[in-house]
């Protein structure tokens, strides 16, 4: 079992839709996530992290975790073409990353 | 500030030579990691440095690899006697002392004939 897992996708959705990116972690013990984007043939760049419980929300993107599930979403409301890119989860406290999920936003 | 850099952007190498990559991370930034990825894989973890000491090696890493950053400042990655299996984009990361979010560099892309 890998320690970060993510669907990769790709996930496509029409522009102006709510796109869901989901991720599951192993270890239990893990408090802090990242969400990264990845453009093709460009260097992963944060979007955003969360330390916490429930929801983190940060203009278009809302962060939710749930340590009791083991699992770190990403929403991405009101989609645009530009959202189209790799989005990563990261475990920061072991400096783990998913393979990523492929988001397609169709205009 | 510009930002972390890398060099080279590019390496092409015979199998079984010797390659070092250097990266400048932002400056001010006390922590240091060096990521490696695949074509449709996410980064996978190398090494970590808090100023010149290396705090994390991955148990994946062989000990072909090897890094330094000898003054806390720039770092260097060094793959001895590479193999095909090494070809991949390597990234250069660094966090300020005060938070954890990792900024990354554009990373050297090693292709071993």
């Known amino acids: 079992q890998k320690e970060v897992e993510q669907n990769s996708g790709p996930l496509s959705v029409p522009e102006g839709a709510i796109a869901s990116l989901n991720c599951t972690y192993s270890?239990?013990?893990?408090?802090?996530f990242f969400w990264y984007r990845q453009y093709s043939g460009k260097s992963p760049e944060l979007i955003m992290f969360?330390?916490?419980?429930g929801d983190k929300e940060d203009g278009r993107f809302t962060a939710q975790l749930n340590k009791a599930s083991q699992y770190v979403s990403l929403l991405i409301r009101d989609s645009q073409p530009s959202d189209s890119a790799t989005y990563l989860c990261?475990?920061?406290?072991?400096?783990?990353f998913g393979s990523g999920t492929k988001l397609n936003v169709k205009p | 500030d510009t930002g972390v850099s890398q060099d080279p952007r590019h390496k092409i190498t015979k199998r079984g030579q010797n390659v070092t990559f250097r990266c400048d991370p932002i400056?001010?930034?006390?922590?240091l990691y060096w990521y490696r990825q695949t074509l449709g894989q996410g980064p996978e973890f190398l090494t970590y440095?808090?100023?010149?000491?290396?705090?994390?090696k991955s148990r994946l890493l062989s000990d072909r690899f090897s890094a330094e950053r000898p003054k806390g400042s720039f770092s260097t990655l060094e793959i001895q006697r590479t193999e095909q299996g090494d070809s991949a984009m390597y990234l250069c990361?660094?966090?300020?002392?005060?938070?954890?979010?990792?900024?990354f560099g554009p990373g050297t892309r090693l292709t071993v004939l």
């Open positions: 969360i330390y916490s419980n």
């Open positions: 400056s001010e930034h006390n922590r």
């Open positions: 990261n475990n920061f406290n072991k400096f783990y």
């Open positions: 440095f808090q100023n010149e000491a290396q705090l994390e």
């Open positions: 990361a660094s966090s300020p002392r005060t938070a954890p979010e990792q900024f």
């Open positions: 270890d239990r013990g893990s408090q802090s």
